[in-house]
C-alpha cells in the first residue's frame, strides 16, 4: 500500500488496500507476541481505562491495538485503530486455555479461519482480513442489544420468564440465521450463545466466531476442503486433519437446532422442572427439522397463553402478595 498523507478524520484505507495492509499489522503483531513470550519482553501502555494498549508504525501510520474488555474462552480480542482513518477492525489472538508461556500453536487457529472466510463468501461472517497461527484480523462488528421485552406492562413484577427468554424478536433472528447456514452450506454452530452473533457494518446478523462450527456431511465438508485447495485422499494429512476436526461421528439428526436449544438447557436454572412437555436429550438429539419446528410451535403458544394471563390479571396484581406469586406459578409451571 502506497504511503499517504494522513490528515485525521478525512481519509480512509480502501477496501482494496485492507488485506495487504492488515497483513503488515499481523506480521507486526506477530513478532510482538513472540517477542513477549519468548523473551518476557512486554511492549505496552495502559490506557486511561485501564486496558492494555500495544501501538505499532506501518508505513508511516500510527496503529493502536487496545485489548477490549469483551473476550473469548479461546482468545484474546483487541480493537486495531490506525491513527488519523476512520477503518477500525478486530484482532482474535488465538490461544489454549490459560495462556501460555510457550503457545503450541497449531493448525485449529488458521482452520477456524478458514471456516470464517469461507463463511463470509456466503454473507454469513465479517470479512477476513488476515491470519496466521497467531491471530486473526477482520471486520469490526456491532453488538446486539439482547434486552428481553416482557409481555407485560407492570414494571414491579419480577418473573422468570423463561419462554420469553428463549423466543423473542432477537433469537427468532438466530434460529433463522442457523438453518440458512445449514441449508446454504451444511454448516452449523455447536456454541449458538447469543454473543457469537452480532450486525456488521451493513446492519446484516453474521456470526464472528467460528471455532465450534462444523459440517454436517462428508460432501459439505469437501466443497469447504475444495474451497481451500485441501486435495482429497487418504494421503493428504491436511485434508484427512480438518476432516476429523470438522466432521463429528455423533452428531444429532439436526443440528442446528439441538444445539441452540440445549445452550438454553444447559444455561438454564432447573429449566426442565418446569417445562414439562420437553422430550428427553436422547430424544432431542433424534429429532428431525419437522418434529424440531413442532416443538418450537408448542412452546411459542404456551409462552403467548401465559402472556395472556398475565395480562388478564394486571390491574389486580400485588407484588407483595398472592397473586403475584400466582403469576409467576402460571409462568414456570407446565
Not at 150 to 167: A, G, H, M, P, R
Not at 280 to 302: A, I, N, V, Y
Request: proline share 4%; charged share 25%; glycine share 4%.
Amino acid at each position: 500500500m502506497p504511503n499517504k498523507k494522513i490528515t485525521k478524520g478525512s481519509q480512509t484505507l480502501q477496501p482494496t488496500d485492507l488485506p495487504a495492509y492488515y497483513s503488515q499489522v499481523l506480521e507486526e503483531w506477530t513478532k510482538l507476541v513472540k517477542l513477549e513470550e519468548g523473551h518476557k519482553v512486554k511492549q505496552l501502555i495502559i490506557t486511561k481505562t485501564g486496558t492494555p494498549e500495544h501501538l505499532m508504525e506501518i508505513e508511516g501510520m500510527l496503529v493502536s491495538l487496545e485489548m477490549l474488555s469483551s473476550q473469548g474462552h479461546n482468545s484474546f480480542v483487541y480493537l486495531v485503530k490506525t491513527y488519523g482513518y476512520p477503518n477500525e477492525a478486530i484482532l482474535k489472538h488465538f490461544k489454549t486455555g490459560e495462556f501460555p508461556e510457550q503457545p503450541n500453536y497449531t493448525t485449529e487457529a488458521k482452520l477456524e479461519a478458514r471456516l470464517q472466510k469461507y463463511a463470509h463468501v456466503h454473507g454469513l461472517a465479517p470479512a477476513v482480513f488476515a491470519f496466521n497461527e497467531v491471530a486473526m484480523i477482520s471486520e469490526k462488528c456491532k453488538a446486539i442489544d439482547f434486552k428481553i421485552p416482557k409481555c407485560y406492562s407492570y414494571n414491579n413484577l419480577n418473573v422468570d420468564f423463561i419462554l420469553q427468554q428463549w423466543f423473542n424478536e432477537n433469537t427468532e433472528k438466530i434460529l433463522t440465521f442457523i438453518k440458512r447456514m445449514y441449508q446454504e452450506i451444511g454448516m452449523y454452530n455447536t456454541d449458538p450463545n447469543e454473543g457469537n452473533y452480532m450486525l456488521n457494518q451493513s446492519e446484516k446478523l453474521i456470526q464472528i466466531d467460528y471455532g465450534g462450527n462444523r459440517f454436517d456431511k462428508k460432501k459439505s465438508f469437501d466443497t469447504f476442503a475444495i474451497a481451500n485447495g485441501f486435495v482429497k485422499g487418504k494421503s493428504n494429512r491436511m485434508y484427512l486433519s480438518c476432516q476429523k476436526q470438522l466432521l463429528l461421528e455423533d452428531q444429532p439428526t439436526y443440528p442446528p437446532y439441538f444445539y441452540w436449544f440445549n445452550q438454553k438447557l444447559v444455561n438454564g436454572t432447573n429449566v426442565r422442572q418446569y417445562l414439562k412437555l420437553l422430550p428427553s436429550t436422547d430424544e432431542l438429539k433424534l429429532m428431525d427439522e419437522s418434529q424440531w419446528e413442532e416443538l418450537f410451535f408448542k412452546l411459542r403458544t404456551r409462552r403467548d397463553e401465559n402472556c395472556n394471563k398475565i395480562k388478564a390479571l394486571e390491574e389486580n396484581i400485588n407484588p407483595q402478595g398472592q397473586t403475584a406469586l400466582f403469576v409467576q406459578h402460571i409462568v414456570r409451571k407446565f
